[in-house]
T-cell receptor, first 113, second 115 residues
Framework: AQSVTQLGSHVSVSEGALVLLRCNYS??????LFWYVQYPNQGLQLLLKYTTGATLVKGINGFEAEFKKSETSFHLTKPSAHMSDAAEYFC???????????FGTGTRLQVFP | DSGVTQTPKHLITATGQRVTLRCSPRSGDLSVYWYQQSLDQGLQFLIQ???????AKGNILERFSAQQFPDLHSELNLSSLELGDSALYFCASSGAKLKPYNEQFFGPGTRLTVL
């Protein structure tokens, strides 16, 4: 069975500050891991993914995440927050060959000027 | 724009009623997925179809059913609606072939309100 835990339902940062959104996963098989972003009244957009290979993955809009097997974590970071980053962020896990995405509960990011 | 379209955008109905949500996948995509996003349950996978056949099932209620038609569009049917069925229903689609990983592209969703 697979599951995802996102620590912190709300995160607030100042514009220009570091963004860190936490995600821990549980999986009985090597996981595929994803971060999605949801802007108000819109669908989900893939930010980045880890399937195999390099554990530091870069995504769109300056975001990156590092797969740490020893910590079962896949935290999302961005060095400098922008007002346009305000949205809800979802971490998700799937098992190879299943396609079914198991989502975390989401973290709402607020960016203050 | 992901290329996945969903209709209608909003739907308001009463308890006990039946509704149909429609999804058109991206051109060339054979897989369609349905997800439910509610305040209580978060984002949950409901069901996946691949080229007209059911491929995976998640937490889908017996009152709910789905199908994928020969032109690859999909419909999600919700019947005997309850207040708790109020949610945002997303459709996603992915690739032409089954691979270990298939990126899913999400539509804008249908917001269902049951009064």
């Amino acid at each position: 069975a697979q599951s995802v835990t996102q620590l912190g339902s709300h995160v607030s940062v100042s514009e220009g500050a570091l963004v860190l959104l936490r995600c821990n996963y549980s999986s009985s098989v090597p996981p595929y891991l994803f971060w999605y972003v949801q802007y108000p009244n819109q669908g989900l957009q893939l930010l980045l993914k880890y399937t195999t290979g390099a554990t530091l993955v870069k995504g769109i809009n300056g975001f990156e995440a590092e797969f740490k097997k020893s910590e079962t974590s896949f935290h999302l970071t961005k060095p400098s927050a922008h007002m346009s980053d305000a949205a809800e962020y979802f971490c998700a896990v799937s098992a190879p060959g299943t396609d079914k995405l198991i989502f975390g509960t989401g973290t709402r990011l607020q960016v203050f000027p | 724009d992901s290329g996945v379209t969903q209709t209608p955008k909003h739907l308001i109905t009463a308890t006990g009623q039946r509704v149909t949500l429609r999804c058109s996948p991206r051109s060339g995509d054979l897989s369609v997925y349905w997800y439910q996003q509610s305040l209580d349950q978060g984002l949950q996978f409901l069901i996946q179809y691949y080229n007209g056949e059911e491929r995976a099932k998640g937490n889908i209620l017996e009152r709910f059913s789905a199908q994928q038609f020969p032109d690859l569009h999909s419909e999600l049917n919700l019947s005997s609606l309850e207040l708790g069925d109020s949610a945002l229903y997303f459709c996603a689609s992915s690739g032409a072939k089954l691979k270990p990983y298939n990126e899913q592209f999400f539509g804008p969703g249908t917001r269902l309100t049951v009064l």
